[in-house]
């Protein structure tokens, strides 16, 4: 079982900048890959960054790439999502996601492969 707890949402200007962290509880989070989703009002939930177990794979939509980083620190149990040159698009619920392997080193981007969800944190960016 793991268990996710995001924060560091909040309200910032176009162009600036949030960190948010996920804290996962469980053993078994350093085979977990974790992923971070959005959801805006009104749209489907879409896949924002994932990294693999061990951080040395990461993947990004299209989206937010080279705006966005996504890291992990295992010994704290925490993902991390660091959200550079923010814009009012980037508005949205964002949840930190997680499923466990085993013997690879991947990334998931389907939201129906993961297993554990947090309960979402608000980004609002203002213009």
């Known amino acids: 079982q793991v268990q996710l707890v995001e924060s560091g949402g909040g309200l910032v200007q176009s162009g600036g900048s949030l960190r948010l962290s996920c804290a996962a509880s469980?053993?078994?989070?350093?085979?977990?890959?974790m992923g971070w989703f959005r959801q805006a009002p009104g749209k489907e939930r879409e896949f924002v960054a994932t990294?693999?177990?061990?951080?040395?794979?990461?993947d990004y939509a299209d989206s937010v790439k080279g705006r966005f980083t996504i890291s992990r620190d295992n010994a704290k149990n925490t993902v991390y999502l660091q959200m550079n040159s923010l814009k009012p698009e980037d508005t949205a619920v964002y949840y930190c996601?997680?499923?466990?392997?085993?013997?690879?080193?991947?990334?998931?981007?389907?939201?129906?492969?993961?297993?554990?969800w947090g309960q979402g944190t608000q980004v609002t960016v203002s213009s």
């Open positions: 996601a997680a499923t466990l392997v085993y013997y690879s080193d991947r990334v998931v981007r389907s939201e129906t492969e993961y297993d554990y």
């Open positions: 469980g053993r078994t989070f350093s085979t977990a890959v």
């Open positions: 990294i693999s177990w061990s951080g040395g794979n990461t």
